[in-house]
């Protein structure tokens, strides 16, 4: 997860990298809601861990920004979409994740 949130330098030590992840992961997780108060839930990290475990870890150096994008864009239909986002629904969404991060067979 760290390699996917990394998207520039940070300047300083532990502690400010420390925060600029977690900053990273609520911007994540928020999807672009104008939200007074917003608490990570063990939901959210279920979703990302169901999007994360199947990709190899090259594919996950080599495409990381994609990644992060992609990653943003499932959490914003998740949040946002009027419709109601449904299990087929998010189902449907990470089979075409993982195909497209998916590293082809030789």
Same mark, same amino acid.
């Given at each position: 997860? =760290?390699?996917?949130? !990394? $998207? ?8 400010? !990298?420390? =925060?600029? @992840?977690? %900053? ?18 063990? &939901?959210?990290?279920y ?18 920004l994609?990644i992060? &994008? $992609?990653? =943003? %864009?499932?959490? @914003? $239909? ?16 990470? &089979?075409?994740?993982?195909?497209? @991060? ?5």
């Amino acid at each position: 997860m =760290k390699l996917i949130l !990394l $998207d520039r330098n940070v300047e300083g030590g532990k502690e400010e !990298l420390d =925060k600029f @992840y977690g %900053n990273e992961l609520n911007l994540l997780f928020k999807a672009q809601r104008q939200v007074r108060s917003f608490r990570r839930t063990k &939901q959210d990290f279920y979703i990302l861990w169901r999007l994360l475990n199947p990709l190899n870890l090259e594919m996950v150096k080599s495409e990381r920004l994609k990644i992060k &994008q $992609d990653l =943003k %864009n499932i959490f @914003y $239909d998740l949040r946002n979409t009027s419709e109601s986002f449904t299990k087929d629904l998010f189902r449907s969404k990470a &089979q075409e994740f993982h195909e497209k @991060y998916a590293i082809n067979p030789r």
